[in-house]
């Protein structure tokens, strides 16, 4: 540039040309800028709708939770049917939607739904040894190890780990030395794994999604041979308890107790004839020593309808409470296998039975299916009665942007149902059919070609 007279400086050609360019950069930076603005909004926009989406997923779940709860507390009266009562699939909540999965045990193909009883499990706290190895999968080191993690003493069992075990790990922690409060908590123990947990349903959808059928292709590592090959997960609890009454709450008579024979007698009178009632008396020795109410069965020769108005008010265990019974009512297949004694045959004779008939209010219903030596030898690990359920909530709000996913366990014992344990799944992934997300992202309606995929 030039100085002018007037001290001004006049654009020469060559300066006209650099003001013209700056002039576009200044132009493009801004128009730059109003784009970079008008994305970051955008993504603000869209971020504010997945955290309004977030948020209604995550209520969703407490509505879900309300709802089952007032499932449990409506359905107390008949706990046998409340498994299958409600379909819990796509129920809408508002504008969103909730399912409650289950691990479907028949078919890896197929979504179940519904509640699970934790009744229906082997308690991993209460279980004998010999109970945890019969779980599928379950290793000799792990049950041992298991026993020892839970026993009071510090006395290391063949195969198990008490504190020199754990304080040898890189990251050192004490043997427990007490129950176990949740199900992973298992995986702190000597010889536990995922793999042996979960097998190869990571997203314990109880489903061979394809990263669980494609070897080490992606995580988990499994075998690739299209059929998902499970771990015990589904077959174990550590919430199973029950009061030891009967089903109106009163107390029970204990059997063995040498001094409730009055108790009995009066009991037994109020079904048999007074006759009737000091013959089976008579039966029963001065020192009773029946195993459980079943041996009780078998050692009076009582006959099977004399018994089942008797049974719900007979105990051999003076304890409170009775954790970890089984409920036979229930029980898979897995579990049931798990009871001592108990064979393949004897299991789907079982589950035969307790798909042909309905009134199965007491457990003497099996010593119709078992022999005498497999009927006593279960009857003290059983009960036809359920009061932990659990549930896996699967929230996704209604506009397909977010979804929660809760594992919950809930409790009826006292009559109001309560949550005792919530745990977000969320980190899993989404466990259903990704068609379900599409559709309501689309502002497409759930038709039943879409919830009916798998
Ligand atoms: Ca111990
Ligand atoms: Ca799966
Ligand atoms: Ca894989
Ligand atoms: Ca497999």
Not at 244 to 268: C, F, H, K, P, Y
Request: one cysteine or more; proline letters at 3%; glycine letters at 8%.
């Amino acid at each position: 540039m030039n100085a002018t007279e007037g001290g001004q400086f006049e654009p020469t050609g060559r300066s006209k040309g650099t003001i013209l360019i700056v002039t576009i950069w200044v132009v493009l930076v801004l128009a730059g800028l109003a784009l970079v603005f008008a994305h970051s909004m955008r993504i603000a926009a869209i971020v504010a709708a997945n955290h309004v989406a977030s948020l209604k997923a995550e209520s969703v779940a407490a509505g879900a939770s309300e709802f089952i709860m007032a499932q449990l507390a409506a359905g107390e009266e008949e706990t046998g049917d409340l498994m299958e009562s409600e379909p819990y699939e796509a129920v809408e909540l508002g504008e969103d939607y909730f399912w409650v999965l289950r691990s479907n045990l028949e078919d890896d193909d197929e979504f179940d739904y519904g509640l699970t009883d934790e009744a229906g499990k082997v308690n991993l706290n209460s279980a004998s040894e010999e109970m945890l190895l019969r779980l599928p999968g379950m290793t000799a080191e792990l049950a041992a190890s298991i026993i020892d993690w839970r026993d009071e003493d510090s006395e290391i069992s063949p195969g198990g780990a008490e504190d020199e075990y754990y304080l040898l790990l890189s990251e050192p922690y004490n043997c427990k030395n007490s129950e176990l409060e949740t199900v992973d908590e298992i995986l702190l123990i000597k010889g536990a794994s995922e793999e042996l947990l979960y097998g190869e349903d990571t997203n314990l959808n109880g489903i061979l999604d394809d990263n669980e059928n494609d070897g080490d292709l992606s995580d988990p590592d499994d075998n690739r041979n299209g059929r998902l090959d499970t771990g015990f997960y589904d077959y174990v609890t550590v919430y199973s308890v029950e009061e030891n009454v009967d089903n109106e709450g009163g107390q029970r008579i204990n059997i063995n107790d040498a001094g409730a024979r009055g108790d009995l007698q009066s009991a037994l009178q109020e079904t048999l004839k007074e006759e009737r009632t000091l013959e089976v008396m008579s039966l029963i020795p001065t020192r009773p020593s029946f195993d459980n109410i079943l041996d009780f069965y078998y050692m009076t020769g009582l006959k099977f309808e004399e018994f089942t108005q008797i049974a719900d008010r007979l105990t051999t265990s003076d304890e409170a409470t009775m954790p970890g019974v089984v409920n036979v009512n229930t029980a898979s297949k897995e579990v049931l296998l798990c009871l001592p004694g108990l064979e393949e045959n004897d299991a789907d004779a079982l589950l035969s039975y307790r798909d042909r008939n309905n009134e199965l209010d007491s457990i003497a219903w099996v010593t119709n299916v078992l022999d005498r030596e497999k009927a006593v030898g279960i009857g003290t690990y059983i009960t036809v009665r359920s009061f932990q359920y659990s549930a896996d909530i699967v929230c996704l709000s209604g506009n397909g942007r977010a979804y929660k996913r809760y594992k919950a366990v809930f409790d009826t014992a006292g009559g109001t149902p309560h949550v005792v344990y919530w745990k977000s799944l969320t980190h899993s992934g989404w466990p259903l059919n990704r068609e379900i997300v599409a559709a309501l992202r689309k502002g497409e309606p759930l038709t039943n070609r879409i919830l009916g995929m798998n």
